[in-house]
């Protein structure tokens, strides 16, 4: 029997306003201290940083989906890194 270990790959996020940041702050701040997992951020630079460890595909995909009204005009794009 063969068992893969899934490879985890981090997300960099890139939004030149910094207002994807700040959603991406208040979402972990919400949930750190609940059952719900958590990613952390790697700041990198002016207008990137980097999603790491658990969840981390769904805050990307929440910043980089229209429905938030603070990030609709917002041009935030997202990639995998490893």
């Not at 990613?39 to 995909?61: H, P, Y």
Request: proline share 1%; no cysteine.
């Amino acid at each position: 029997m063969k068992t893969f270990k899934k490879l985890k790959e981090d997300i960099e996020v890139t939004d030149k306003t910094g207002k994807a940041l700040n959603v991406a702050q208040q979402y972990i701040k919400t949930y750190k201290n609940t059952r719900r997992p958590t990613s952390e951020i790697i700041k990198k630079g002016m207008g990137k940083f980097i999603l790491k460890g658990k969840d981390e595909k769904l805050v990307a995909d929440m910043l980089s989906d229209k429905s938030i009204g603070a990030l609709k005009n917002i041009n935030v794009k997202t990639k995998k890194v490893k």
